[in-house]
Structure formats: structure tokens, C-alpha cells
């Protein structure tokens, strides 16, 4: 037992985690890319943009594929998911009956613009949930991996790293709460990563109650 803290923040990353968004994402982008005559897979999407923002995706497909883009491409990518979203949208399985039993601070710390993460938790229901406890990557000098989001986060909220909880499910996320000395859990059970396991994993958001529990030790 020692070495160990209790946790007094919880940290959700919000795409794969709180909003099961990712095939939707992964599926616009595909289409958009396509109509480019330039082709990426759901898995190349998983592997090389889950859990990036968005311009470093584009600067990303720009690279490797030598490539102009257009200059409407990001926005015309964001009206496309957001009218996506306002249709087939759903939390991840399970998310909010948890949310429900959190008595913990509790905020959200994502590579989505403020306009994508402020609907998605909108559609979801979970705007007063949250409240002003929002944070993106547009308000740091670094993107996951950097831990620059979520130490933001901790200080924003008033809360030490040490003592704070990340539950991810990308891993530039993973690699990003672990340099920002947070502990982490690898959330899988979004349907982008159905098919994952890690010694942190959590498939099921029905177990996350038993998980936190124990993590908290006596102060």
C-alpha cells in the first residue's frame, strides 16, 4: 500500500470514452478523404489519428500522402460530423448511470474543438454535468501526447496530477496522463476497441465504481 494516494479528480478524455463517436468520426473522414481519391482504413484511422486533434491529422494525411488539401476541408469535416452526430450519437455503454454515482470532481479534457465537445455533451445530456469544467487542446501550446492538456486540467480544477484519475482510450491519451504523472485507466469498451485488453483496462463502465474504490486510501 504505499506509495499510494487517493484520488481526488477524474479526468475523462470525451471521443471513445464518454461519446461512443469514434466509427463515426473514423467513417466521415474516410468519406471526405475518398472523395480526394485518397485512401485511409478504419485502421489506419485507429492507429495513426485516434485521439489527436484535428490539425494534427490533416497535417499528419498532408505528409504522408503529399498532398493540398482544400482549404475548407477542416470545416466542411466538422459540419459533416456534427450533423453525423445530431443522428447517431450515443454515449458509451453504461456511461451515464455511472456519471451518476461519481461524487468526485469530475471534468473533461479532450483533443476535440470547443464546438465539437460542447455539442457532443449537449446531444449526450451532459452539459450541466460538466459545466465549465471543459477543457481542449486549443487551450495548450501541446496536443496529447504532451501532458500539457491535462496538467491544465489538474491546475484549472485546483486539484495535484498525483492526485488525479485519467480515463483514456487512445494512446497518445495514455502516453499523455502518464507524463503528466496522473494515474490512468485504458477504457475499451467504446466500439472502436471492442477488441482491445490492457493491464489497465476497463470494458465495462458498471466496474468502474469497484475500481475507484480501490484506489482511495485513508488520508
Known amino acids: 500500500m504505499a506509495g499510494r494516494m487517493r484520488v481526488d479528480l477524474i479526468i475523462f478524455d470525451c471521443d471513445g470514452v464518454i461519446a461512443d463517436s469514434e466509427v463515426l468520426s473514423a467513417e466521415v473522414l474516410i468519406d471526405q478523404l475518398a472523395r480526394l481519391d485518397i485512401t485511409v482504413t478504419a485502421a489506419d484511422v485507429r492507429r495513426d489519428f485516434l485521439g489527436r486533434s484535428f490539425p494534427t491529422v490533416v497535417a499528419t494525411i498532408r505528409d504522408r500522402f503529399a498532398v493540398s488539401l482544400p482549404a475548407d476541408f477542416e470545416a466542411t469535416y466538422r459540419a459533416r460530423l456534427l450533423a453525423r452526430f445530431e443522428t447517431g450519437l450515443r454515449a458509451t455503454p453504461g456511461f451515464a448511470a455511472m456519471l451518476e454515482g ?10 476535440s474543438s470547443p464546438p465539437r465537445v460542447a455539442r457532443t455533451l449537449a446531444i449526450l445530456g451532459l452539459t450541466a454535468r460538466f459545466g465549465a469544467h471543459v477543457f ?7 496536443g496529447k501526447p504532451a501532458p500539457d492538456l491535462f496538467l491544465f486540467a489538474a491546475r484549472q480544477m485546483g486539484v495535484d496530477p498525483a492526485l488525479a484519475l485519467v480515463i483514456e482510450d487512445s494512446q497518445p491519451g495514455l502516453e499523455a496522463a502518464r507524463a503528466a504523472g496522473m494515474r490512468v485507466l485504458h477504457y475499451t469498451g467504446g466500439a472502436h476497441l471492442a477488441d482491445l485488453t490492457a493491464p489497465e483496462a476497463l470494458t465495462d463502465w458498471s466496474d468502474f465504481p469497484a475500481r ?3 484506489m482511495q486510501v485513508p488520508t
Open 102 to 111: 461519481v461524487t468526485l470532481p469530475v471534468c473533461v479534457a479532450t483533443s
Open 136 to 142: 481542449t487542446a486549443s487551450q495548450v501550446a501541446r
Open 212 to 214: 475507484l474504490a480501490r
